[in-house]
């Protein structure tokens, strides 16, 4: 058997990452955010990953109350992260969730998701059993990486995450912006009138 993953935190995200874990063959053990984390640490003592899944205002206690035994196995997937917030934590591994999970609802995926950290090779199979793309930098790429529209190098995952999905989402753009619906130019040409010219009475 695969060694265990540790979820803390049980929402419609956490439950998203759990079915993808199960999938690949770990099994979860969920913690409570109100739960005593060492207890639970001295009955997992040795899980492949900690995955950090509770709200942005409760990580910060959640990060002070982390075990040190899971301290080099957290996972994090908050998008408001910023540097500071895991700077203590430099074996994280962080990911920027780019698919949606509302109650009653499947996922949908909006984009591929960026993972950075020494479980995201992990992260991405987990999620990939579930067809949800995810796109691992490496550090070579996080240090080489500049802002979208700028030269100024991006020291932190979080900066160039955002860097980088900004850029992606600028390519979908491409062609769409500045053109008029077919249906507009057929009735211009229909009415005999030049394209572009105004068609109100």
């Not at 899944?53 to 206690?61: C, F, I, N, S």
Request: charged share 25%; net charge positive.
């Amino acid at each position: 058997m695969k060694k265990p993953i540790v979820l803390v935190g049980i929402g419609e995200m956490g439950g998203v990452f759990a079915r993808g874990f199960l999938r690949l063959g770990h099994p979860v053990y969920p913690v409570t955010r109100n739960q005593d984390l060492e207890a639970a640490a001295q009955e997992i003592p040795a899980p492949e990953a900690v995955l950090i899944a509770v709200g942005e205002k409760d990580l910060p206690q959640i990060l002070e109350k982390l075990p040190d035994a899971w301290r080099e196995k957290i996972v994090l997937l908050q998008n408001e992260l910023l540097p500071a917030d895991f700077a203590h934590l430099p074996q994280a591994t962080v990911i920027s969730v780019w698919f949606e999970k509302k109650p009653g609802m499947d996922y949908k995926v909006i984009i591929p998701s960026p993972c950075f950290g020494p479980k995201a090779a992990l992260v991405r199979d987990a999620l990939g059993h579930l067809d949800i793309p995810v796109r691992i930098d490496t550090g070579q790429r996080r240090g080489a990486a500049v802002r979208a529209g700028g030269e100024k190098p991006v020291h932190s995952h979080h900066q160039y995450c955002r860097a980088q999905d900004r850029r992606q989402r600028g390519r979908t753009l491409v062609g769409t912006r500045g053109h008029r619906p077919q249906g507009r130019q057929r009735r211009h040409r229909s009415a005999g009138k030049p394209h572009g010219q105004d068609l109100r009475p």
